[in-house]
């Protein structure tokens, strides 16, 4: 070979690496610039998830002070805004609702005012857990037994009849782990799911009309009385004796305790607030040996009573909201002793219980229409708890919120 035709394909060869290591060079150049990029917007992302968990915070535990409000606002009302910046990190801004129930937050790195910055946008829809999605629910012991029955209705589309008969939702719950923590024995009938906490069992010699399934942990929080009745100064005992009458019109009250003698009614006109703190006994809401109560709620009327008392309503009793909506009628028990809510003998309710910390039963031919919760539930002698789906939208005043959508937008 000539020393012309070295000189070619040594040229040649030289041209082919020039190439190959400018090819390899743009594409390293082009790698770190994509790595650099998903650096970045991986820090973004995070970014923005730092300003939803501070608007959370800001929210929940600090009445919103660190956020700028609309003007005339206190607290958490009306639209606000807040902006912050992670030392090193980025920015993030963020707006939450008037409703206190969407966060948006714009992640930026490396900072918002970079005009090479990068960008994520997270949105979380916020509430609180709902505080009645079962018929029968319980920290522990849950017992439906002796013919006694467990069904469901929608109270937004009627009263519970006929084809408002829900035989799929009347459903029964614990926390509880240990064997036999549910029980279903005698004839009675449970018209839904029954299930129990990681480890616990149910002993069914009735009728499951669901399914059986155990991986219950749902928060049951204390109820904590608002400091607008706390504070209230009480009116001492309400005792209406025999045909006695008493209305309750819209507002707050303070009481030790409530006492019904044989026919008595009291009337609840608008929304009324009672905060029963127990008399020497601890009872706060009693019939006693009394028979044919009532306490009416008027039609556009609710009743919500914090009880730090002993509930318990027989004989005949009738709680009765003219809507027939278990919603207008709220029982939330404070109390930490045995046996804090019961209703029996051919009594008949439309309300719903929460009373996390104290025993909850209805029994001998009482009917319940809503719902209840309890540190224990029992259903017994021909008792029935017609559970109201409408009930389970109803959010746990009593719980945090809670992150229930997220998305990028």
Request: include cysteine; proline fraction near 2%.
């Amino acid at each position: 070979m000539n020393n012309k035709g070295s000189l070619a394909i040594t040229v040649m060869v030289i041209f082919v690496l020039s190439a190959l290591s400018a090819a390899f060079l743009m594409r390293g150049v082009a790698e770190r610039w994509n790595t650099g990029r998903v650096v970045k917007s991986s820090a973004a992302l995070w970014a923005a998830e730092a300003g939803v968990q501070k608007a959370m915070w800001e929210n929940v535990y600090n009445n919103c002070a660190g956020m700028t409000r609309t003007a005339g606002n206190t607290l958490c009302n009306g639209n606000k805004t807040m902006a912050g910046t992670l030392a090193g990190y980025g920015d993030y801004d963020v707006t939450l609702d008037s409703t206190n129930a969407i966060i948006q937050s714009v992640g930026s790195v490396p900072s918002r005012t970079d005009p090479k910055k990068v960008t994520r946008r997270v949105q979380a829809n916020l509430a609180k857990p709902a505080i009645f999605a079962f018929g029968m629910f319980a920290q522990g012991k849950v017992t439906v037994s002796n013919n006694a029955l467990v069904d469901a209705f929608n109270s937004s589309t009627g009263i519970y009849g006929g084809t408002n008969i829900d035989h799929s939702h009347g459903s029964v719950g614990s926390n509880g782990t240990s064997a036999g923590i549910v029980e279903v024995d005698n004839n009675a009938n449970v018209w839904g799911d029954v299930s129990t906490g990681p480890g616990g069992s149910v002993t069914n010699s009735g009728n499951i009309h669901g399914q059986i399934t155990n991986a219950n942990s749902v928060a049951l929080p204390a109820v904590v009385v608002p400091a607008t009745l706390t504070g209230l100064a009480s009116q001492g005992a309400l005792t209406l004796g025999q045909k006695g009458t008493r209305t309750l019109t819209a507002g707050d009250y303070k009481y030790s305790n409530i006492s019904l003698g044989n026919k008595a009614v009291l009337t609840i006109s608008g929304n009324v607030r009672l905060y029963l703190t127990g008399d020497a006994s601890k009872n706060a809401l009693v019939s006693g040996n009394a028979s044919e109560t009532t306490i009416s709620v008027a039609s556009g009327g609710s009743l919500t009573i914090y009880t730090d008392g002993v509930v318990n309503l027989n004989n005949n009793n009738v709680i009765n909201t003219l809507s027939q909506k278990p919603k207008d009628f709220l029982i939330y028990s404070t109390y930490t002793g045995a046996n804090g809510v019961a209703v029996s003998n051919n009594a008949t309710s439309y309300m719903a219980i929460y009373a996390p910390q104290t025993d909850v039963s209805a029994s001998n031919n009482a009917g319940l229409y809503g719902a209840v919760v309890g540190k224990t539930a029992s259903l017994n002698n021909n008792g029935d708890i017609h559970f109201d789906m409408a009930l389970a939208g109803l959010a746990n005043p009593f719980e945090s919120v809670i992150v229930t959508n997220w998305r990028e937008y």
